[in-house]
C-alpha cells in the first residue's frame, strides 16, 4: 500500500512542475487534464504526508523515551505517543478507503427518472413528493436542477418525471437512491382513513459523453406533438416535444420543457445515451460474480430500498436497517445522513471484498 502511496505522491508533485512549464500553460487541453489528475491525488497525497509526519514524530518520541527523563517527562512523552498512534491508524484506514477503485461517473451529473409504481394516483403524488425531496436535496448542495420531461395526472402527481441534476459529485450523492421506495400513509383519496401501502421507482443515470456511448441516426425514430401541463391542458400548440425511439434496443425518450423543437430533441438525446449507458453497464455488472456486488444494493428498480411512514414519521432504509423519526426533514431534502451511511456501507463492503 505504502508504496502505491510513495509513486502517487511523486506524481503529484511531477504535475506540480507540468502545470508551471509554459507550453502546457499555453494548451488548455493539457492544462485541465493535469490539473484534475492532480486534484482527484490531493487528498490522498495530503493524508499521506500527514501520515509520514505523525510516524517520524512517533520515532522521535520513541527515542526520547529511551533518555534520562523523569517522571512527569516520561508520562507526557507516552501520551503524546498514544495519540500520535491511535491518528497514525485512522489515517491508515483512511488511506485503505482512498485507495479503494474510484467510481467514474461519481463526479458527472445524473438523471433522476421517477415514475408511479403501485397504487394509482396516490403513487403519482408520492413520486411528486419525492421530485421535490431530490430538488430541495440539489438545492442544498448548490447544484442545479431541471425537469426534462414530466407525464402529470388530473392531481398534480406524475406519472414518470425526468429530471437532471448538474453539479460536482451528483452521482456519487445520489446513486444509491436507485429503487423501489415505499409509502405507508392515509391517501387524500381515501375517505375511510385506512392507511395505504404505495410504491414509486427511482432510476440515476450518469450523464455520458457522445464519445461514451455510439448511436447511430438510422437507429434512431424521433416523433414531435404539442406538449401538454398538468392534467391535460395544452402548454402550446406547436409541434415542439420529441419522442425519439431507439429501434435496437426499444428505449423511449420524449422532452417537452422547451419550446424549441431542436432544444428538447438534444435533451431527449442527453437522456437517451445516459439509458443506453446504464443499459450497458448493467449488463456488464450481471456478469460479475455474486461476491463483488454490494450490500448497500444493485441499484436494481424493482429492489425495495426504502419505506416513508407517515403515520410514525419515520423512514427506514432497509439496506442497512437505517431508521429515522423525522420524516419530514428527510422529504424536505435532509438526506445526507443516509447518504452519508450508505457511503460508507459501500466502502466497508469493498474493503471486505479486497481482504477476503
Same mark, same amino acid.
Given at each position: 500500500m505504502f508504496d502505491r502511496l $510513495?509513486?502517487?505522491?511523486? !506524481? =503529484?508533485? +511531477?504535475?506540480?512542475?507540468?502545470?508551471? !512549464?509554459?507550453?502546457? $500553460?499555453?494548451d488548455p487541453e493539457k492544462l485541465r487534464a493535469y490539473a484534475k489528475e492532480q486534484a482527484d491525488l490531493a487528498e490522498t497525497v495530503e493524508a499521506y504526508r500527514e501520515w509520514k509526519k505523525i510516524s517520524q514524530n512517533i520515532d522521535e518520541a520513541k527515542a526520547m523515551l529511551q533518555d534520562r527523563l523523569d517522571d512527569e517527562m516520561r508520562e507526557f512523552v507516552r501520551t503524546e505517543m498514544t495519540e500520535l498512534q491511535r491518528r497514525r491508524e485512522d489515517l491508515e484506514h483512511q488511506l485503505q478507503i482512498l485507495l479503494l477503485p474510484k467510481d467514474p461517473n461519481d463526479d458527472k451529473d445524473v438523471f433522476v427518472e421517477i415514475r408511479a409504481a403501485a397504487g394509482g394516483e396516490e403513487a403519482a403524488l408520492f413520486a411528486a413528493e419525492l421530485l421535490r425531496m431530490y430538488q430541495r436535496y440539489a438545492e442544498k448542495h448548490g447544484w442545479k436542477t431541471e425537469v426534462i420531461d414530466a407525464s402529470y395526472t388530473d392531481m398534480g402527481g406524475f406519472r414518470e418525471v425526468v429530471m437532471a441534476v448538474h453539479g460536482k &459529485?451528483? =452521482? $456519487?450523492?445520489?446513486?444509491?437512491e436507485s429503487g423501489t421506495h415505499r409509502v405507508q400513509r392515509v391517501p387524500v383519496t381515501e375517505s375511510g382513513g385506512r392507511i395505504h401501502t404505495s410504491t414509486a421507482t427511482v432510476a440515476v443515470l450518469p %450523464?455520458? %459523453?457522445? *464519445? /461514451? *456511448? %455510439?448511436? +447511430? /441516426?438510422?437507429?434512431? !425514430?424521433?416523433?414531435?406533438?404539442?406538449?401538454?401541463?398538468p392534467g391535460g391542458q395544452s402548454v402550446n400548440t406547436t409541434q415542439s416535444a420529441v419522442r425519439i425511439t431507439h429501434l435496437p434496443t426499444g428505449i423511449v425518450v420524449s422532452c417537452q420543457d422547451e419550446k424549441s423543437q431542436l432544444k428538447n430533441k438534444e435533451k431527449a438525446m442527453r437522456v437517451l445515451r445516459a439509458r443506453l449507458y446504464e443499459k450497458a453497464q448493467r449488463e456488464q455488472q450481471e456478469e460479475l460474480a455474486e461476491k463483488r456486488r454490494l450490500q448497500v444494493g444493485t441499484g436494481d428498480r424493482s429492489e425495495r430500498i426504502r419505506t416513508y411512514n407517515f403515520p410514525q414519521s !419515520?423512514?427506514?432504509? +432497509?439496506?442497512? &436497517?437505517?431508521?429515522? +423519526?423525522k420524516l419530514d426533514a428527510v422529504l424536505d431534502g435532509e438526506l445526507d445522513e443516509i447518504v452519508q451511511a450508505l457511503i460508507v456501507e459501500s466502502q466497508a463492503e469493498m474493503l471486505r471484498v479486497r481482504e477476503a
Open positions: $510513495a509513486s502517487m505522491e511523486e !506524481r =503529484y508533485d +511531477h504535475l506540480s512542475q507540468l502545470l508551471c !512549464r509554459p507550453d502546457v $500553460a499555453s &459529485g451528483a =452521482y $456519487a450523492k445520489l446513486k444509491f %450523464e455520458v %459523453e457522445d *464519445v /461514451e *456511448v %455510439e448511436i +447511430h /441516426e438510422k437507429d434512431l !425514430r424521433i416523433d414531435t406533438f404539442c406538449s401538454t401541463g !419515520r423512514v427506514t432504509d +432497509h439496506r442497512i &436497517g437505517l431508521t429515522l +423519526h
